[in-house]
């Protein structure tokens, strides 16, 4: 069998490997001549996992037998889409996959599935008088972004404005969500749906960069720290979304806010957690969800079989840093050596050019930090703040190292 593969980071790198267990050829397709997972693939094309008509020629040329990616929503739905003009298999179709990246579809649904989330508008050009009934501070959005590009919170009507003609700019269709700001914890939630039934793998708290009203995730702690009531209204919303959407066998991915005495769900997608987070939920849980895909996709059911060990708390900390040429990570191997940390992993290359943090894409690399709470997790953040630098080419240490030992 032969396989295409969209995207070449981090993740497509434990699917190629999970491909390749199998016997299965495996062909990458990623406009990054020097993404990560080429050399682990048989062949590469320099061709984005969004050119459409790229895609389907690669499928046709190279006769694979599916199209597959993993942690990626644009992609997801190019898979989707080339797959049913091929007649190939995808756990997903077209329609569904095209209606989870839809913010403005999501937050309809929402509504009329009993599903809490916030008030909104959805807006084409900017008209105040759309959104006089939503109490600032306000959230806007792409309707069709990812990595929290575009995403600034606002708390009067001149923030608004700026903040709307940028964010449809950013956006594809020129559409923005308008939405109330709802005040508690971020959470995000990995689910798989099998046969219909949402099975929750892990909730995590997340922290976010607050600076200049982005949203930008940079540290997430697991398990969150949740009553069992809060727990059980994300188990119960889980099974709406799954439902309401028409997902049968399907990772899942939900964002929402954690007020202390009720949930309101932010968005969510047919994926699992972006960057390193498949590698969390088989941490945490024994699950490989990424295996999971690739059965499915094969048409095999992946059954749910979750050991959650009570005692295993871990924290993923994303590096960050001030502008500057990027030369070196210092300090990462030793603490590694001296099991302060449990992984780590470089997301950009010598000489990449570091500019100001405007979404997750900014991330120079992360480390884990694993312990039997969320004090311990805390003292190893610091203590690892303390301990490393990010050097730029000229030997500046550029780390922000606030951002880890915030916490």
């Known amino acids: ?86 007649g190939l298999p995808c756990y997903i179709d077209f329609a569904t996959a095209e209606n989870v990246s839809k913010k403005s579809y999501m937050k309809k649904i929402f509504v009329e599935n009993g599903i809490p989330t916030s008030s909104y ?59 109330e700001f709802v005040e508690g914890n971020e959470l995000t939630v990995d689910v798989y749906v099998e046969e219909g039934k949402a099975h929750v793998l892990c909730i995590s708290d997340l922290n976010k960069i607050g600076e200049d009203g982005k949203f930008i995730i940079h540290r997430a702690f697991c398990p969150a720290d949740i009553t069992n009531d809060i727990a059980l209204k994300v188990e119960q919303a889980a099974q709406k979304i799954a439902g309401a959407f028409g997902l049968k066998n399907s990772p899942m991915l939900i964002q929402l806010i954690n007020t202390g005495k009720d949930i309101s769900i932010i968005e969510f997608c047919a994926r699992t957690g972006g960057s390193i987070k498949f590698s969390t939920i088989e941490r945490v849980t024994g699950f490989d969800v990424i295996k999971a895909v690739v059965d499915v996709t094969l048409g095999k059911t992946a059954h749910v079989e979750v050991n959650k060990d009570r005692n295993l708390y871990l924290s993923n900390q994303f590096l960050y840093c001030n502008p500057g040429v990027l030369d070196s990570i210092t300090g990462l191997e030793e603490l590694l050596a001296d099991k302060i940390i449990t ?38 953040l610091r203590l690892v703040s303390s301990r490393i630098k990010v050097l730029d080419a000229n030997g500046n240490d550029i780390l922000r190292h606030d951002i880890i030992s915030n916490c």
């Not at 020097?34 to 094309?45: L, M, P």
């Not at 020629?57 to 990616?69: G, L, Q, S």
């Not at 806007?140 to 404005?161: F, I, R």
């Open 343 to 380: 992984r780590y992993e470089q997301f950009k290359p010598k000489g990449s050019v570091i500019a100001e943090i405007k979404s997750s894409a900014s991330r120079v690399g992360y480390f884990t930090v694993e312990g039997s709470g969320y004090e311990e997790l805390k003292e190893k």
């Open 1 to 86: 069998m032969k396989a295409l593969v969209l995207c070449g980071a981090l993740p497509q790198i434990h699917l190629i490997k999970d491909l390749k267990s199998r016997g299965i050829t495996t062909v990458l397709a990623d406009m990054n001549e020097q993404a990560a997972a080429r050399k682990y693939a048989d062949k590469f094309y320099p061709v984005s996992a969004l050119d459409v008509e790229g895609i389907r020629r690669i499928a046709i040329e190279e006769k694979v037998d599916f199209i597959i990616t993993v942690c990626a929503d644009q992609a997801l739905q190019v898979v989707a889409q080339v797959s049913e003009m091929l």
């Open 121 to 179: 508008v959805i807006m084409d050009s900017f008209d105040i008088k759309k959104v006089s009934h939503l109490r600032f501070p306000l959230i806007v959005k792409p309707v069709d972004s990812y990595s929290s590009n575009g995403v600034l919170k606002v708390t009067n009507t001149a923030e608004l404005k700026d903040a709307f003609e940028n964010a449809r700019q950013i956006s594809r269709t020129q559409g923005v969500i308008v939405e």
